[in-house]
């Protein structure tokens, strides 16, 4: 009814400055209730093409800016968006499911940070000069911004993973149009109202809402946009890759994970545990980091095993507005089916499921029944080859087996087609890097999880992406870089 569809949200497009409605829409919805809640622009090539225009537009003056005067801005963002931290937190939480307390500690203050940590880093970075005395030549090098930059984030991290991407563009100069994912969008369209008043000239940001079929290919194909920035999964990477070709664009890819987390014998379990219950259920195992395979030495395997599950059942699954809960809702009806037939596969080939989905049961309240809630499950028993150890599940999932020595685990681990992220557990400091030496991913975490450091270069080999972000790693990939050679 339309009595109904008024009480919506409904979301708009932001070009050059200005919220622009769209012809069509689709529905979001929330994923504790299971109800539509807002409406997102069904955006297509006509809305890229405006975006992509105004973006261009935007260009000359934003890029011809001092850095100084761009790190002003993006501070001044931050401190926007901190202000409304509070509003920011809740959005996020009701639109993706996560719960009240992990938007509020990890995804907003991260998205603040996200700018004023790049409006600090631009005004570091120094380029090259050699000199080639016997030729009478010196040579020296210039980094510019590249132009419009695509950018597609997902629905995991969605203000977080967005100002990841939008922080460095801006700073290097370049203008952008930002498709975020259409589940999670809502975030994306409130830092749109903010834009004005921290001073982002208009055309610098542009936001575009839907679908990546329609809105992302359009933005994919657009010639005029040099550059992809995309982080979401291996697939659609693929389709990016192809469809960007012709047009020799330079892409940035942040794909899925099947992390290993590796616990040696002289673990120190009563860190270990903890951090490890985290780094499987953290955000409902919503991330792209979480652990999924976790490899227990022998002599240590049966006593790991008993506390992690009995651990595990003490996460509290429910109402992500409720700050005591731990795991808030999946994010979509499909993804929690499709979590949830894993569960199933594992079960048909043999593998002992010892807590959560289909063991224990899941009590919720009234109003979140129809909500996509699942418990943390661990599963035992796994063979290596099972689709459970190979494929990205992105659920609160985990498998657990053991193994006797260093040297199988390491071929183990890596014996997956991903690459992003690995937690080695051990005292033994030679063993911890020549472990973490020998892994075949971007990152290694020891005795820790999660701990980042913006400088410091993030992504994954293998299947896991493309390039590297950070400081110096999206600095490089943002500007375009010239060699001079001056003959005097």
Known sequence: ??????????????????????????????????????????????????????????????????????????????????????????????????????????????????????????????????????????????????????????????????????????ACGNTVVAKPSEMTSVTAWMMCKLLEKAGVPHGVVNVVFGTGAKAGEALVCHPDVPLISFTGSTLTAQRITEKSAPHCKRLSLELGGKNPAIIFDDADLTQCIPMTLRSSFANQGEICLCTSRIFVQRGIYSQFL??????????????????????????????????????????????????????????????????????????????????????EIFGPVTCVVAFDTEEEVIKRANSVKYGLAATVWSSNVGRVHRVAQRLQSGLVWTNCWLVRDLNLPFGGMKASGIGREGAKDSYEFFTEVKTITIKH
């Not at 963002?77 to 202000?83: G, K, R, S, T, V």
């Not at 203050?109 to 970075?125: D, E, G, K, Q």
């Not at 950018?151 to 991290?157: A, D, E, F, G």
């Not at 002992?352 to 599963?379: H, W």
Request: charged share 25%.
């Open 306 to 391: 008993k506390r992690f599950v009995a651990e595990a059942k003490k996460w509290k699954v429910g109402n992500p507005a409720d700050p005591t809960v731990d795991v808030g809702a999946l994010i979509s009806e499909e993804h929690l089916e499709k979590v949830r037939s894993y569960v199933k596969k594992a079960q048909a080939e043999g593998a002992r499921v010892l807590c959560g989905e289909g063991v224990d049961s899941l009590t919720l309240s009234a109003g979140n029944q129809k909500g996509y809630f699942m418990l943390p499950t661990v599963i035992a028993e796994v063979k290596d080859e099972s689709c459970c150890m190979q494929e």
């Open 1 to 170: 009814t339309m009595a109904h569809s008024k009480a919506l949200l409904v979301l708009e497009n932001f070009i050059g400055g200005k919220f622009v409605t769209c012809s069509s829409y689709i529905d979001s919805y929330n994923p504790s209730t299971g109800d539509v809640y807002c409406r997102v622009p069904d955006s297509g090539k006509e809305e890229v093409e405006a975006a992509v225009k105004a973006a261009k537009d935007a260009f000359p003056i934003w890029s011809s800016k001092s850095p100084l005067e761009r790190s002003r801005i993006l501070n001044k963002l931050a401190d926007l968006i901190e202000h409304d931290l509070e509003a920011f937190a809740q959005a996020e939480s009701k639109d993706q499911g996560k719960t009240i307390t992990f938007a509020r500690t990890v995804d907003i203050p991260r998205a603040v940070y996200n700018f004023r940590f790049f409006a600090s880093s631009i005004l570091h970075h120094t380029t090259e000069c050699t000199e080639m005395a016997t030729m009478g030549c010196v040579h020296y090098t210039s980094r510019a911004p590249v132009g419009v930059a695509g950018l597609i984030s997902p629905w995991n991290l969605p203000l977080y993973l967005l100002t990841w991407k939008i922080a460095p563009a801006i």
